[in-house]
């Protein structure tokens, strides 16, 4: 969506750039009003494509989307969620900037209603860190440090 801003952002500012340029050039003879004002558009155009292409590569590298605090939701889903002994190879990435997606081990109990487990940590996922989108794995054993 910013890009094709960005692309009609362009025409537009082409167009008027390039009327603008004839009546400099018509009304002053000032034959540089086109190079210097197509360099003006290229540096406004410029600031907006490297935001572009910068998030883009961050996405398309399932980088981890800004906002998201890997220890944090490890930290959180322990001491929020009953029977969670250990979150570990958690791995966040987002097909958008605005959608971030997560997957993560939790390792629970034994004896612990697995289901019930995924249902909390879920909502815990959509309602604490704004992730709509989680992949969870149960692993069910005795905690690791006993």
């Not at 398309?60 to 939701?73: H, N, R, S, T, Y």
Request: charged share 20%.
């Amino acid at each position: 969506m910013r890009s094709a801003a960005l692309h009609v952002l362009g025409d537009l500012l082409g167009s008027a750039a390039a009327i603008i340029a004839a009546l400099a050039v018509y009304l002053f003879g000032w034959l540089y009003a086109d190079p210097v004002l197509t360099l003006l558009i290229v540096a406004i155009l410029g600031r907006g494509v490297y935001r572009v292409l910068k998030e883009t590569t961050h996405i398309l590298l399932e980088g981890v989307p800004k906002g998201i605090d890997i220890q944090a939701i490890k930290r959180g889903l322990t001491d929020k969620v009953d029977g969670v002994v250990q979150i570990h190879h958690v791995h966040a990435w987002g097909l958008t900037a605005e959608k971030p997606l997560l997957t993560l081990h939790a390792l629970v109990k034994e004896g612990t209603w697995v289901q019930t487990v995924v249902e909390y940590i879920k909502a815990v996922m959509r309602e604490t860190y704004r992730i709509d989108h989680s992949t969870i794995q149960i692993e069910v054993g005795p905690c690791p440090d006993a």
